[in-house]
C-alpha cells in the first residue's frame, strides 16, 4: 500500500500534463504540482528581473551625474567664451604652426638654366606662396623652423635634343633624398617629379640641386616647381 501511494505522489510531482476530467458536462482543471513548479519558475524570472533593474537603476544614475557634469562644463565654458566656441576653436586653430611654400624657377624670360661645373641649388625665384617664411628665393634653401614632419615636391622639364642632360636632385642637409632624370635626344619636352614624406628638425635645410654639367629649361609656363609643408609638429 505504501509503494502505491509513494508511486502515485511520484507520478504526481513529475508530471506536467494538467489532469482534465468532466462535472456537470464541463471540462475543467485541477491544480497540480506543475502549477507549484511554474509559481517557482516565475519567482525565479522576477528574482532575475528585479536585480537587472536595480543594474539599470545604478546605471541611470550614474549617467545623470555624468550628464549634470557634462552641462556644469558646457556653461563654464560658454562663460569662458562668452558663449561663441567657435571662437575658442578658431583660437586652437591659430595656434598650431602652419608651414607652406611654393616656388617656380623664373620670374620671366626663357631658356636652359645650368650646365655648372659643380652641382649647385636652384634659386626658385617666382614664389606662390611662403607661410612661415622658411623658404629663401634667394638661396632656393628651405630651413626648418619646426620639429615635424614635412611633404616635399619638385618637378624637372628637359627641353633638348642634344646633351647635356637633365638631372636634379632633393637635397636634406647635404644628402640626397631623391631624383629626376632625363636625356636629351629625340625625345624633348619632357618632365619628371618626385616627392617624399620626411622628419625634419629645426634647422634642416631642403633644396633641389641641378647635378653638375647638367640643365633644366623653363620659360613663363612654370615646368619647374618646388613646393613643401609641415604636415604635423613632432
Ligand atoms: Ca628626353
Keep these: 500500500m505504501k509503494t502505491l501511494a509513494a ?3 511520484a507520478f504526481c510531482c513529475c508530471s506536467c500534463e494538467p489532469q482534465i476530467s468532466k462535472a456537470n458536462g464541463e471540462a475543467y482543471q485541477h491544480s497540480t504540482s506543475c502549477d507549484v513548479c511554474s509559481l517557482t519558475s516565475i519567482a525565479q524570472n522576477l528574482g532575475a528581473m528585479g536585480e537587472k533593474i536595480a543594474y539599470m537603476a545604478d546605471k541611470i544614475s550614474f549617467l545623470e551625474t555624468k550628464l ?4 556644469k562644463e558646457v556653461l563654464e565654458l560658454r562663460n569662458l567664451t562668452g558663449g561663441n566656441v567657435a571662437n575658442v576653436l578658431y583660437g586652437i586653430c591659430n595656434s598650431i604652426p602652419r ?3 611654393s616656388a617656380t624657377l623664373r ?28 623658404y629663401n628665393p634667394s638661396t632656393g634653401i628651405f630651413t626648418a623652423q619646426i620639429k ?23 637635397v636634406k642637409n647635404g644628402e ?12 624633348a619636352h619632357d618632365m619628371g617629379s618626385n616627392a617624399v614624406v620626411i622628419s625634419l628638425e629645426v634647422g634642416d635645410s631642403v633644396y633641389v640641386e641641378l ?18 609643408f609641415l604636415l604635423f609638429p613632432m
Design 211 to 228: 647635378v653638375a654639367n647638367k640643365v633644366v629649361y623653363d620659360d613663363t609656363r612654370r615646368y619647374n616647381t618646388f613646393s613643401g
Design 68 to 71: 549634470q557634469n557634462t552641462e
Design 107 to 134: 620670374e620671366s624670360g626663357t631658356g636652359n638654366i645650368g650646365p655648372f661645373t659643380t652641382a649647385t641649388p636652384l634659386k626658385y625665384k617666382k614664389v606662390f606662396s611662403n607661410t612661415g617664411s622658411c
Design 148 to 170: 615635424g614632419m614635412y611633404f616635399f615636391r619638385f618637378s624637372m622639364m628637359n627641353n633638348l635634343e642634344s646633351v647635356p642632360n637633365s638631372a636634379v636632385s632633393l
Design 7 to 9: 508511486l502515485i505522489l
Design 99 to 101: 608651414v607652406a611654400f
Design 176 to 187: 640626397w633624398l631623391s631624383s629626376v632624370w632625363d636625356s636629351s635626344g629625340d625625345d
